[in-house]
């Protein structure tokens, strides 16, 4: 039961938060509607129709999902950190660390961050879920022994993978 509410909490949070931030920007609020996202086209002949019929809070909740996405910047997902510190020169560490993984990984992009209260971090890749990144983990633990993965949000990934 514990384990249960504490999800209820985050999930109470996470709505508090994006009503905060859909009254916060509602002057740049766009309307959309699912009707959208199915444009209807002319129909011919052998084809069916596509007919929505919905309640109209369907949109506005679609509208303010679509809203609390742009809000975030990005999506939820996992990054690998492979370094993390707090020294006097960890920004420079950070940066030495950044570009021997470029030289290493050319095709794996690579992010350094700052954590409160005065850490740097570098952080690589943009996976959706562990599993997405767990072959890149492995292959990434050879040169780096004590990478490992995290939660964070991470950039849309791109839809033409061909």
């Known amino acids: 039961m514990r384990y249960f509410s504490k999800y209820i909490v ?3 949070m996470s709505v508090y938060i994006f009503i905060s931030a859909v009254s916060f920007n509602c002057k740049a609020q766009e309307f959309i509607k699912a009707s959208y996202f199915f444009p209807v086209t002319l129909a ?8 929505i019929n919905q309640r109209p809070e369907i949109d506005t909740l679609l509208s303010r999902y679509i809203l609390f996405n742009k809000f975030k910047g990005g999506m939820e997902g996992y990054r ?11 920004r420079e560490e950070s940066n030495k660390v950044r570009a021997q993984f470029i030289v290493d990984f050319p095709d794996i992009p690579s992010y350094i961050e700052y954590d409160k209260p005065g850490y740097f971090l570098v952080r690589v890749g943009d996976f959706r879920t562990k ?21 964070c949000i991470i950039n849309f990934p791109d839809l033409d993978n061909n």
């Open 10 to 12: 985050k999930w109470f």
């Open 44 to 51: 011919e002949e052998n084809s069916g129709r596509l007919s």
């Open 80 to 90: 690998i950190q492979i370094y993390r510190s707090s020294n006097r020169n960890a």
């Open 131 to 151: 599993m997405e990144g767990s072959k890149t983990l492995y292959m990434i633990r050879k040169k780096y022994p004590n990478a490992y993965m995290v939660p």
